[in-house]
């Protein structure tokens, strides 16, 4: 019995300890649809957060090219709007939707307006920045259009400051 037990508490703590990946978060698309990022699973995942106000914006038209070239069955971009830098996303879901639709041609997923930092950071924000929450490492959102790379096994794989372009060959070479 005493053994049966010391299995048991065991058996827990490793399912305790047992890291989140990005797959287990559910979060709302553009349209207020839940989005189970599980989903995802098996493909390259780029998510990023953006803004229509801020000198980064035009990232966007490289964000739809890479994606035009790789999405598909295996990668996919996922844009989270955030209005956490200099007010750079003052819009509404809806107001950010025809935004990235008639300016750039958006067709990946775009998610709900969130705050990637701060008292009111969403968790998987929260996943992506945290070293204790993703396993791998701290990556602290710096500005608009910050670029998390996550495995097919929703793993958390890397990050590239805003700067790094879409097409930047760091990132398309990920992709091969």
């Known amino acids: 019995m005493k053994e049966l037990i010391l299995i048991t508490i065991f058996l827990t703590s490793i399912t305790t300890m047992a890291q989140k990946t990005f797959h287990d978060f559910t979060v709302k698309d553009i349209d207020g649809n839940q989005v189970a990022l599980s989903k995802f699973k098996g493909k390259k995942v780029l998510v990023v957060n953006v803004a229509s106000k801020c000198g980064y914006t035009p990232q966007y038209e490289g964000l739809q090219e890479l994606y035009t070239i790789h999405g598909d069955e295996d990668f996919v971009i996922i844009g989270f709007p955030a209005n ?8 509404t879901n809806e107001d950010i939707k025809q935004f990235c639709t008639n300016k750039y041609n958006v ?18 924000y929260s996943w992506l920045t945290k070293k204790d929450e993703n396993g791998v490492s701290d990556a602290k959102v710096s500005w608009n259009f910050q670029k998390f790379l996550i495995g097919e096994n929703g793993e958390w794989l890397a990050y590239f400051p805003p700067k790094i372009e879409p097409m930047s060959e760091e990132i398309v070479n990920w992709l091969k």
């Open 84 to 91: 956490n830098f200099l007010w750079q996303e003052p819009g």
């Open 107 to 124: 067709s990946f997923p775009m998610m709900s307006k969130i705050s990637v930092k701060g008292s009111d950071q969403s968790e998987v």
